[in-house]
């Protein structure tokens, strides 16, 4: 970790124990409101006094909880060694990274954090006409492809058997969907004109969020005429929540409910400090539309204008159940954990996403990260990649 990193750490840290006290002075607040509003004009006098104080002491404790954390990061930021590799060159620290990134990454984008993650692709193997991008989730980076099995990856296996050169994105997953899309887009483009052969053919693997940020890519690059779009001819979506995310709701929810009362309003603000990217998950939007000049934490209300696919691409979904089958009892209440199979294929009551009836896939008995790295996906990615064009577009 680079001394900068360790600094920063240490500023979050501070502001993490600060934060607590202003918890505290907030649900301090909202209790003796209630009481000096039953108090009525009798009890004024009582609260000036309290006010006072109380914006007093809690400044001064927030100012002294803070200090510790980022005196003792300076300290031991001064021993790190100038050439020190940063956090994210090593496996546990690119996953603390995207992990906090998922989580608080709009404010680590905001305040120009040496811990916020910058978008950036790396790629494996020689440099064919053949592309495979694959962008990971939320809370991940591009190490997420091989985390949990010692399996090859699915960028090896198409490597070795279908000649593509795999390209893995790393990105700051709290910062909106249509951002990172955007991000995405430039980013391929400036790929694709500095590649050193001609591109051909360009395949898209987006494992849950990563599949909305590529869709959210393609519509923005067809609308800038992106020479990325022209040679795209696939797109797939392992496990993405098109239709939203259940916990994301529930998250939603209560905090609205603990806002409305005074004694639980500081806890309204802990729930709601999440990134706007986990908050894009509520009913998975891809478009600067779906949130310009809105409340982000408004109660349960679908605002998503659905992108049309590309034409000259196909899409496809696969989603997981913990049941078997995709209607067992539980996989339609916990789907593979944290989406459910209706959102992953596009199929709601009300919405429902483009996907054609032979370009999907239901995973039974696995989880929402089996999608990651399993035998049956790929063999399915495979047959998909190499079945005719013709019939790929039916």
Same mark, same amino acid.
């Given at each position: 970790? =680079? ?7 240490? /500023?979050?840290?501070?502001? +993490? &124990?600060?934060?607590? *006290? #202003?918890?505290? $002075? ?43 954390? =980022? ?7 001064? /021993?790190?060694?100038?050439? +020190? &590799?940063?956090?994210? *060159? #090593?496996?546990? $620290? ?6 906090l990134n998922g989580a608080i990454g709009d404010a680590l984008h905001r305040s120009g954090s040496d811990l916020a993650l910058e978008m950036t692709v ?24 091989r985390l949990l099995s010692d399996r090859p990856t699915y960028g090896d296996l198409l490597s070795a058997q279908l000649g593509y050169t795999p390209v ?197 008995g696995a989880t929402h990260f089996h999608l990651l790295n399993h035998p049956a996906v790929y063999e399915q990615l495979r047959s998909w990649l190499t ?8």
């Open positions: 970790m =680079r001394a900068s990193e360790m600094r920063e750490v240490g /500023r979050l840290a501070g502001e +993490a &124990l600060g934060g607590f *006290a #202003s918890f505290v $002075g907030d649900m301090h607040e909202g209790i003796a409101s209630r009481t000096f509003r039953a108090l009525g004009p009798l009890g004024v006098p009582t609260r000036l006094v309290h006010e006072r104080a109380t914006r007093t002491i809690y400044p001064a404790v927030r100012r002294a909880l803070a200090a510790g954390p =980022r005196s003792g990061a300076g300290l031991v930021a001064r /021993r790190v060694p100038a050439d +020190a &590799l940063p956090a994210s *060159a #090593s496996r546990a $620290g690119s996953l603390a990274l995207g992990a790396r790629h494996e193997g020689p440099r064919t006409s053949k592309l495979a991008v694959f962008v990971h989730g939320l809370c991940e980076t591009d190490d997420a492809w893995y994105v790393r990105y700051n997953t709290g910062l909106h969907i249509s951002d990172n899309g955007r991000r995405l887009s430039d980013l391929l483009d400036t790929l694709v004109r500095d590649w050193p052969v001609r591109v051909e053919e360009i395949v898209l693997v987006g494992h849950s969020m990563g599949g909305l940020v590529s869709r959210s890519a393609c519509h923005q690059g067809h609308e800038q005429e992106a020479l990325w779009v022209g040679p795209l001819r696939h797109v797939f979506c392992l496990g993405t929540p098109h239709l939203g995310a259940p916990l994301e709701k529930a998250a939603n929810v209560a905090g609205w409910a603990l806002g409305r009362l005074p004694e639980t309003r500081a806890f309204a603000k802990v729930v709601n400090g999440r990134s706007v990217g986990i908050k894009d998950l509520r009913f998975g939007s891809c478009s600067e539309a779906d949130w310009c000049d809105c409340d982000p934490d408004e109660f349960l209300r679908n605002r998503c204008q659905d992108v049309p696919f590309l034409e000259t691409a196909t899409y496809y979904f696969i989603g997981a159940t913990l049941s078997r089958g995709e209607r067992g009892m539980l996989g339609q209440l916990a789907g593979d954990l944290l989406v459910r199979y209706p959102s992953a294929s596009g199929t709601g009551r009300r919405r429902r996403i483009g996907f054609e009836i032979d370009n999907g896939r239901h995973l039974g079945r005719p064009r013709a019939l790929a577009a039916v």
